[in-house]
């Protein structure tokens, strides 16, 4: 079992999708992140802050806001 599993694109928070579709839009297919983030050093700084967010449990409830 890995350590985080993915969910489907369905089951993710509104704020998370619209991270997701920004990346889309902006890069077309997204064919995998480390291909994205090696292109991109601003989408790398978001994933960066995106994943503190999710793992670090004293971050406020408001996290995802900030990140959309």
């Known amino acids: 079992m890995p350590f985080i599993e ?14 997701f579709d920004g990346v889309e839009k902006q890069q077309g297919f997204v064919f995998g992140n480390w291909l994205i983030m090696a292109h991109a050093p601003h989408i790398f700084k978001g994933f960066r802050q995106f994943i503190y967010a999710v793992l670090n449990p004293n971050v406020v409830e408001k996290r995802t806001v900030e990140l959309a």
Do not use: S, V
């Open 6 to 19: 993915p969910l489907p694109y369905d089951e993710l928070p509104n704020d998370i999708q619209r991270i």
